[in-house]
């Protein structure tokens, strides 16, 4: 799988409302009104997350959920990266 460089995510990024570009990585942060509510996006994600086989890396506290993107594989962020983070941002829209 090939791995994006740094002007091709910049480029893609901006169709993107939630994420930013850190340390090499696709990253957002995202809070909510408390932790169930924390934790019910992250269910939902992770149904999604199952179903496309890419997992991202994540931390919850509280009401704070912090999700990290890339491919392991590739060794870098490639179009899965884009693909889930799109799905991402779709699911909390609503």
Known sequence: MKTL???EIKKRIENLEYWDFEDGLLVTSLDFKDFAD???MMTRIA???EAQQHHP????VYNNLTI??????AGGITEKDFTLAQKIE???KG
């Open 5 to 7: 460089n740094d002007q």
């Open 38 to 40: 924390a934790f019910a």
């Open 47 to 49: 149904f999604e997350a």
């Open 57 to 60: 890396e994540w931390s919850n």
């Open 68 to 73: 990290r993107l890339h491919t392991h594989d």
């Open 90 to 92: 779709d699911i909390i």
